[in-house]
C-alpha cells in the first residue's frame, strides 16, 4: 500500500505541474463524467463438469471528477472516481448478488494524444494510464486494487470553452479477492472492466 501511495504521489505530481514547462501554451480543463461499468474475470470455478459461474462485481454506474493540463495536442490529467457496486455470483444457470456489498476510490492519472480535429472544434483522442484503486467490503474491509486502462474518447464544443465529451475504454486490474475468501474450487483471476462514460469538460 505504501508502496501504491508513493506511485500515486509521484504520478500526481507530474500531471499537475508537466505544463509548467510550457506556461503559455498550456491550459487548465475540469470534468465531470458519469460511466457505465461492466465487469469480468476477478474469479472462476474450476470444478471439472460444475456451473463454471465466478464472483465478480456487478455491473454498476460510477461519477469521475477529473482536473487536467492541456500542452498542446497532449493532455495530462488526474482522476478521481466512486463506484458502488454489488457482487454477484454468475453461473450458467444462477444470477445472484448482494447489493451496495462493494464501495471503491480510484485515482487515475491519465495521458491524452489528440489525433484528429474538425474545422468545428470536436476532436478525436487516444488516452491510457494507471489505476490505483481502494475497494471496501462492508464485512471484509478495504484492500488495494491497481491497474492500467486505455480508450478512446470524443470531444464535441457546446460553447466556446465548454464541451460533451464521450469515451469508451477498457481496464486491467488485480482480482478484488484474496486467497481465502472464496470456496477452495474457485481461484483467483485477473480483472476485466470495460465502459462507456458521458461527461461534460470546460477549459481550451
Known amino acids: ?15 499537475l505541474s508537466a505544463g509548467l514547462a510550457c506556461p503559455l501554451a498550456a491550459q ?13 474475470g476477478a474469479s472462476k470455478d474450476t470444478t471439472s463438469g ?21 500542452l498542446g495536442r497532449a493532455t495530462v490529467g488526474l482522476g478521481a472516481r466512486y ?5 454477484v455470483l454468475d453461473a450458467q444457470d444462477v444470477y445472484a448478488g448482494l447489493r451496495g456489498e462493494l464501495s471503491t476510490f480510484e485515482a487515475l492519472p491519465e495521458f491524452r ?10 476532436a478525436l483522442e487516444l488516452y491510457g494510464g494507471a489505476v490505483i484503486g481502494v475497494w471496501k467490503f462492508s464485512d471484509l474491509g478495504a484492500r488495494s486494487v491497481p491497474g492500467a486502462t486505455a480508450g478512446v474518447a470524443g470531444e464535441f464544443p ?26 477452495p474450487e474457485v481461484v483467483v483471476r485477473t ?4 465502459e462507456i462514460s458521458l461527461g461534460l469538460r470546460y477549459g481550451r
Not at 487548465?28 to 469480468?40: H, I, T
Not at 454498476?60 to 477529473?66: D, F, H
Not at 460553447?159 to 477498457?170: A, C, K, P
Not at 480483472?191 to 470495460?194: E, F
Open 158 to 183: 457546446i460553447f466556446d470553452r465548454l464541451m460533451v465529451s464521450l469515451r469508451i475504454g477498457g481496464s486491467v486490474l488485480r482480482s478484488l479477492f484474496r486467497g481465502g475468501e472464496l470456496p
Open 1 to 15: 500500500m505504501k508502496n501504491l501511495l508513493r506511485r500515486f504521489t509521484v504520478v500526481a505530481t507530474f500531471a
Open 83 to 87: 463506484v458502488r457496486a454489488a457482487v
Open 50 to 70: 460444475g456451473p463454471g459461474g465466478a464472483f465478480r462485481p456487478g455491473n454498476a454506474q460510477a461519477v469521475t471528477l477529473r482536473l487536467e493540463r492541456r
Open 191 to 194: 480483472m476485466r472492466r470495460s
Open 113 to 122: 494524444v489528440r489525433v484528429a480535429r474538425s474545422k468545428r472544434g470536436a
Open 28 to 40: 487548465w480543463g475540469f470534468a465531470l463524467d458519469l460511466q457505465r461499468s461492466a465487469y469480468g
